[in-house]
């Protein structure tokens, strides 16, 4: 037996006992004549102590250990006489009578600490050291805790967890996607999934009702930051529903997994229109943390001789409570932050709610005290309040305006880390115009079903989808929607979406044929896993949630890949090498 207890496991009720350990060498003290070594694993640390005056061998042996070597240790559970009560272990010791090294190791790139020495690079490249570090640890225990809360959720509403292949024909999702060359049929490609959407619908014609699946997903986007190009969904769809099925399913999978793993109680779980989050937060996942909701100043703002706003196609604002006090340098800097080319406004107009009721604006030379408190009333700022406005393009400044809200609410700590909302976005649009392609292309997917009687639809560009968001603090981290089950209508949306008969056929036929032989009605809805882990978390990065994950430029360091494959296999794939294509 390698080990009779793990590293965090003793304590003072096992004072006296044998036992025998095994894991890693934090690090090695020696201290007047005594040798200390903290033994590590996943469960924890534990100090280990030799004795020059009793065992001056053993001890010696001790002291050559090194870092990450990887030792077995038996002796005896001895309460320390200094106790260190951060350590669950810390009220024991274990004095060594026999010590084994079961595997050298070498001293590693970087300190095996949650503050560690190593660059993203090094840890990356080095990542099962990396893993041991214990917040890493964290992150993806962390993880394995979420899957099991959503797993037990799933199971007791007698979901089913059923698997989907991997190597299939396209699912679109709005990205390009993987493929694999198929060395059986030449000139024949695979690709991989971007979603198992297809799978779980002809599951909901096969009959499977409530299926789930916590699948990986691949998507070849051109990578922005924190996108991986695979990553994990728990993948969910029901049959014989409407979307206040779903909405209340998988509200309490959120809610079962947020208490599980933080023990929050996530509250009501607010439903807000897409058009009214646009009109109110400027985006379709708002942060609903905190207020600072915008005000449209159109009517109060224009025709006063201001040609900016006059022109503008929306003037909005927002009131910072509290923030009339803020500096000239202060608006400055606001103004240079909205100008910025991340953001892209041409500038910034405040005005602030003086406590003597007096206003003071950017824009006095244009507006009196009187516009000025119109613009205050109808904002609802009150005096000490400051009102931030922006104006343009509705859908730029709206955009805009939302950055600066949420960066208003960063600097006046509105967006608490331990505060926790989520809210269903609804009723988007189901369709929206891409102007290049001289087509419509799906806001969801082009499963979607349309909210509205579609054999009477005229206008295809008003009509709003059945599909629903999940937004939690700002992200969006599930999304779905209830699906068309009938092939004419499904015939009808790829034709909306620049698709002739032909094209569907061959891509989607499969799926069309299924809807003939009883299709029941059906949604459903899938998770970021990844991103809710790292909200869960209390951090930014997907990444540090994914035991290996690809860089940003989707690379994978420590194993170099994608990397070139053999000549045989070019040829077994009846494909050719780039630098052989560019020698013909
Ligand atoms: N397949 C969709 C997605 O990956 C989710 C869904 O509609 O269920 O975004």
Redesign the pocket.
């Known amino acids: 037996m390698y080990r009779t207890h793990t590293c965090g496991e003793l304590r003072i009720e096992n004072n006296g006992q044998a036992v025998t350990l095994g894991g890693w060498v934090q690090r090695v003290r020696e201290l007047g004549g005594m040798t200390f070594v903290d033994l590590r694993d996943r469960y924890g640390i534990t100090q280990l102590v030799f004795n020059m005056d009793t065992d001056a061998e053993l001890c010696e042996q001790a002291n050559k250990l090194g870092r990450e070597f990887v030792i077995q240790a038996t002796g005896t559970v001895n309460e320390r006489s200094n106790k260190n009560p951060k350590m669950p272990t810390g009220d024991v010791e274990i004095i060594v009578n026999n010590l084994k090294v079961l595997n050298k190791a070498k001293t590693p790139p970087f300190t095996i600490e949650s503050d560690t020495d190593g660059g993203d690079d090094l840890r990356m490249r080095y990542r099962y050291l990396d893993l041991r570090r214990p917040n890493v640890q964290q992150n993806i225990l962390l993880r394995h805790k979420a899957a099991r809360a959503a797993r037990e959720y799933l199971y007791n509403n007698s979901f089913l967890e059923i698997e989907t292949p991997f190597l299939i024909k396209s699912t679109p999702?709005g990205a390009r996607d993987f493929v694999v060359p198929s060395r059986m049929n030449e000139g024949q490609f695979y690709a991989l999934p971007q979603?198992p959407?297809t799978f779980k619908q002809l599951l909901m014609v096969s009959g499977y009702d409530k299926y789930f699946q916590i699948v990986r997903?691949f998507r070849d986007e051109d990578l922005r930051a924190d996108r991986q190009p695979e990553f994990t969904?728990i993948?969910c769809e029901m049959s014989f529903v409407e979307q206040e099925d779903i909405l209340n399913m998988f509200e309490g999978l959120l809610r079962h997994v947020v208490d599980s793993i933080l023990g929050y109680d996530l509250g009501k779980v607010e439903r807000m229109q897409y058009d009214t989050a646009m009109r109110l937060y400027g985006i379709d996942k708002p942060d609903i943390r905190f207020g600072m909701t915008f005000t449209e100043l159109n009517d109060v703002a224009q025709n006063k001789g201001f040609k900016i706003f006059d022109s503008a196609e929306l003037v909005v604002g927002i009131c910072a409570e509290g923030c009339a006090s803020y500096t000239r340098k202060q608006l400055d800097e606001l103004t240079n932050w909205v100008k910025r080319p991340q953001i892209g406004a041409k500038g910034l107009v405040y005005v602030k709610c003086n406590e003597d009721g007096s206003f003071k604006s950017s824009v006095d030379k244009f507006y009196g005290q009187d516009d000025l408190k119109a613009w205050a009333e109808k904002a609802g700022a009150k005096a000490g309040d400051l009102l931030l406005v922006l104006s343009g393009d509705t859908a730029k400044v709206r955009k805009q305006m939302g950055e600066l809200r949420l960066e208003m609410g960063k600097r006046l700590g509105l967006r608490k880390a331990d505060e926790f909302k989520a809210l269903w976005v609804l009723d988007f649009p189901l369709l929206e115009w891409d102007e290049d392609g001289n087509r419509w292309n799906p806001c969801?997917?082009p499963f979607t079903r349309p909210k509205a009687d579609w054999e009477t639809i005229e206008n295809w560009g008003d009509i709003k989808a059945d599909a629903y968001d999940l937004v939690l603090n700002g992200n969006e981290i599930a999304?779905?929607?209830i699906r068309i089950h009938e092939r004419d209508l499904q015939e009808k949306m790829f034709e909306l979406l620049g698709m002739d008969k032909e094209e569907s056929e061959h891509k989607f036929g499969f799926l069309m044929s299924a809807f003939e032989y009883g299709a029941p009605p059906h949604g459903?809805?899938?998770f970021g896993f990844d991103r809710l882990c790292a909200i869960l978390g209390g951090q930014e990065s997907i990444r540090d949630f994914i035991a290996f994950p690809k860089n940003n430029s989707g690379r994978d360091t420590m194993l170099d890949a994608p990397s070139p494959i053999d000549d045989e296999q070019y040829e077994e794939l009846h494909i050719q090498a780039v630098e052989k294509v560019a020698e013909v």
């Open positions: 999702e979603s959407q997903c969904q993948d969801h997917h999304g779905g929607s459903g809805i899938a």
